[in-house]
């Protein structure tokens, strides 16, 4: 292994270990307890090499909501592909959904509420973003009925965020959650 080789393979080692440290800390703590001085503190690094990977905690939470969106498009892909029918399908999807918001809080607000730098639904959109958005769309897909895919999708989702916001802040009582999903897929998810 070069010398070259070595250095890159320490810098994205130490990339993923900020990134998964201020993943961490955001979900223990929220993410106004991440900051680039306790960033540097955990990982045991000075904030000169912390400002080598990202210019700020912008751009971390940018690094956060990327890799976080690539999980919730597996999740979303592994809980439909277990489904059998369309409309089994989108419940398993709705139900991923909500289940990825409600297990990593700061995994979503990085991906869907903080400023993380990144473009949304524009060409410059990264990769891992718009695959999330084509994991919702493969399934709603089979249900958007005469609907374009693409704006079914993103009613859906909103509905789907809204549920998953207003649960999390207390605004819905989690005792009709299932009730809640089982209105949204049956009236939206016809086939």
């Known amino acids: 292994m070069s010398v070259q080789e070595r250095k890159e393979r320490e810098r994205a080692s130490r990339e993923h270990l900020i990134v998964a440290t201020a993943r961490e800390l955001a979900e223990q703590q929220g993410w106004d ?85 990144l473009a949304y639904a524009q060409e410059d959109t990264p990769e891992p973003l718009k695959d999330a958005f084509a994991a919702l769309m493969e399934t709603l897909a089979e249900v958007a009925g005469g609907v374009h895919p693409g704006l079914f999708t993103e009613t859906f989702w909103a509905a789907l965020h809204g549920l998953a916001s207003l649960t999390r802040a207390g605004r819905l009582p989690p005792a009709e959650a299932e009730q809640r999903l089982e209105l949204l897929v049956s009236r939206l998810a016809t086939t």
Do not use: C, W
């Not at 000075?46 to 597996?74: D, N």
């Not at 989108?90 to 809080?105: K, S």
């Open 33 to 117: 307890a991440v900051t680039t001085r306790r960033l540097a503190e955990r990982i045991e690094y000075s904030q000169p090499v912390l400002y080598s990977h990202f210019r700020g905690k912008r751009e971390i939470i940018g690094a956060v909501a990327l890799q976080g969106a690539t999980e919730m498009a597996a999740a979303v892909r592994a809980a439909t592909s277990a489904a059998h029918g369309p409309r089994a399908r989108v419940a398993a999807l709705a139900r991923a959904y909500l289940d990825f918001a409600e297990r990593n809080p700061a995994v979503y607000d990085a991906i869907f509420q903080l400023d993380g730098g």
